[in-house]
């Protein structure tokens, strides 16, 4: 009973997950945590990494299983690529099953089995160039971009930049460097174009996206996360983007950020009283930023109809 305790203690702080390994050094035998297999209590996650009390879970987490990956192939296994901007929290990429790692040569091979979404990747990775992201050895955050910037296109490219700008990982120093750290390689010419493009103050995948909607339709607004105050200075509200001298703004409403009631209500509030000052607001969705020309046509028709008539 203490080997299984300390056991769960191990796991408690690695997402319910705990290796052969640790398993042995806890106090368990082979024998045990095979038992405690079968039985049911511990799952199989990955090649001798195992989710402790599985009975009282529904599954192991997404982290949960990156972690059991990474922890299968050997200390040399690093998270990589899409999985390496997930554990950091960098937006922009399609949700998917698959977990990205790069393996030392000799390690390096197919999925194992129970494993069919991992996909191993043999990459060059020196040692600071890795950083544990709670305990999971993934490459640091300006790695991560400059390997995903020349495999990805360019909104999902330019949507990854931003939100490593945004939340601090990377700064505009850092991705100056990029360009000498891709220099050469395939991909090259097209990323330094979406190096070029991003911007910070973007603070989700669809602000991007909406913003390069409008570069592409040829109404880029001059100001993102405009805050737009009345005579004496009181905050109306802050526009994602804006166009100042016609008075439009354009929001990207996100279904996280928009859809509980008291953001509902905030939002409401917050239009009537940049309308009643005289700006028009328009308001996006993903599904919009799937059409090249509607957020560009709607902009371009806002823009027109706050030119007063001759």
């Given at each position: 009973m203490d080997a299984l305790n300390a056991a769960?203690?191990?796991a408690a702080v690695r997402d319910g997950i705990v290796t052969l390994e640790q398993a042995r050094a806890a106090g368990?035998?082979?024998h045990e945590v095979q038992r405690l297999c079968r039985t049911g209590r511990w799952q199989v996650i990955a090649r001798t990494s195992y989710l402790?009390?599985?009975?009282l879970q529904d599954g192991p987490s997404r982290r949960a299983r990156i972690r059991a990956a990474v922890a299968s192939f050997g200390p040399g296994a690093v998270a990589v690529l899409a999985t390496a901007a997930e554990l950091h929290g960098i937006a922009g990429l399609r949700s998917t099953d698959e977990i990205h790692l790069s393996v030392p040569g000799p390690l390096a091979r197919p999925a194992r089995a129970g494993q069919p979404d991992v996909v191993v990747h043999q990459l060059a990775i020196a040692p600071e160039q890795v950083d544990l992201v709670q305990g999971v050895a993934a490459t640091r955050p300006l790695r991560t971009l400059t390997d995903l910037v020349l495999r990805e296109e360019r909104y999902p490219a330019v949507c990854l930049l931003d939100s490593a700008l945004n939340r601090g990982?990377?700064?505009?120093?850092?991705?100056?460097?990029?360009p000498g750290l891709i220099r050469g390689r395939r991909g090259?010419?097209?990323?330094r174009?979406?190096?070029?493009?991003?911007d910070g103050r973007a603070q989700s995948p669809l602000e991007t996206r909406t913003r390069l909607r409008c570069v592409d339709g040829r109404v880029p607004p001059d100001a993102l996360q405009l805050a737009v105050r009345d005579d004496d200075g009181y905050l109306l509200g802050?526009?994602?983007?804006?166009?100042?001298r016609p008075k439009v703004i354009a929001e990207a409403d996100g279904r996280g950020a928009h859809d509980s009631p008291h953001a509902v209500f905030a939002d409401r509030r917050r239009q009537n009283r940049l309308v009643n000052a005289g700006w028009t607001v328009l308001r996006f969705t993903w599904a919009d930023t799937l059409r090249p020309d509607y957020i560009p046509w709607t902009v371009r028709q806002a823009i027109a109809a706050s030119r007063p008539a001759r």
């Amino acid at each position: 009973m203490d080997a299984l305790n300390a056991a769960r203690r191990i796991a408690a702080v690695r997402d319910g997950i705990v290796t052969l390994e640790q398993a042995r050094a806890a106090g368990l035998t082979v024998h045990e945590v095979q038992r405690l297999c079968r039985t049911g209590r511990w799952q199989v996650i990955a090649r001798t990494s195992y989710l402790v009390d599985a009975e009282l879970q529904d599954g192991p987490s997404r982290r949960a299983r990156i972690r059991a990956a990474v922890a299968s192939f050997g200390p040399g296994a690093v998270a990589v690529l899409a999985t390496a901007a997930e554990l950091h929290g960098i937006a922009g990429l399609r949700s998917t099953d698959e977990i990205h790692l790069s393996v030392p040569g000799p390690l390096a091979r197919p999925a194992r089995a129970g494993q069919p979404d991992v996909v191993v990747h043999q990459l060059a990775i020196a040692p600071e160039q890795v950083d544990l992201v709670q305990g999971v050895a993934a490459t640091r955050p300006l790695r991560t971009l400059t390997d995903l910037v020349l495999r990805e296109e360019r909104y999902p490219a330019v949507c990854l930049l931003d939100s490593a700008l945004n939340r601090g990982l990377v700064s505009g120093e850092d991705l100056l460097r990029v360009p000498g750290l891709i220099r050469g390689r395939r991909g090259a010419v097209a990323a330094r174009g979406y190096l070029a493009e991003a911007d910070g103050r973007a603070q989700s995948p669809l602000e991007t996206r909406t913003r390069l909607r409008c570069v592409d339709g040829r109404v880029p607004p001059d100001a993102l996360q405009l805050a737009v105050r009345d005579d004496d200075g009181y905050l109306l509200g802050v526009g994602d983007l804006g166009w100042r001298r016609p008075k439009v703004i354009a929001e990207a409403d996100g279904r996280g950020a928009h859809d509980s009631p008291h953001a509902v209500f905030a939002d409401r509030r917050r239009q009537n009283r940049l309308v009643n000052a005289g700006w028009t607001v328009l308001r996006f969705t993903w599904a919009d930023t799937l059409r090249p020309d509607y957020i560009p046509w709607t902009v371009r028709q806002a823009i027109a109809a706050s030119r007063p008539a001759r």
